[in-house]
């Protein structure tokens, strides 16, 4: 697990590489806990599927429009670390003085609480398409994903 354990920008999880295909993962890992198909239109084409291992707390989604290769990566677990720092578990307050020391860019905020019993809150890294998920005010998940040099073309990491 130690291989799988630290979280690269744009790169993937440890030498879990964005660009892999299911059964990369698979030959990796084993069958996931979980997988879950989403269609994103009527039409078609534009699909995703996210395989779930919750015994590690990580999950993995496949795009259909990048032939089924690995495009995101969600961690929930505080096993997972970023540049040598457990985040999973941290305050808001804490999470933002990390993302700053680290110079990881600007934090956009957004507030995704729907009632006042259970706050959702998100903090978006636009520039290493990162996302850190809060539930009152703690974080409980980081999702992230390959980088792109424009709206069409993922920057793939090389896997050797």
Not at 16 to 41: Q, T, W
Not at 84 to 96: C, D, H, N, P, Y
Not at 135 to 149: A, K, M, P, S
């Amino acid at each position: 697990m130690e291989r799988i354990k630290n979280i690269e920008i744009g790169q993937g999880l440890g030498l879990i590489k964005f660009g892999f295909l299911k059964n990369e993962i698979k030959l990796l890992l084993g069958e996931p806990s979980n997988v879950d198909l989403e269609m994103h239109s009527e039409d078609g084409g534009d699909a995703s599927e996210t395989w779930d291992y919750d015994n590690i707390g990580v999950s993995f989604t496949f795009d259909e429009e990048e032939d089924w290769k690995l495009e995101t990566i969600t961690v929930f677990s505080d096993f997972f670390q970023l540049k040598k720092r457990i985040l999973i578990g941290k305050s808001k307050e804490e999470v933002a003085k990390i993302i700053a020391q680290l110079e990881l860019g600007e934090i956009e905020y957004e507030d995704y609480s729907e009632d006042e019993s259970l706050k959702r809150e998100l903090f978006d890294l636009t520039n290493g398409n990162m996302m850190f998920w809060f539930t009152n005010d703690v974080l409980t998940e980081i999702q992230f994903g390959v980088l792109w040099r424009d709206e069409e073309v993922p920057l793939w990491p090389t896997i050797n």
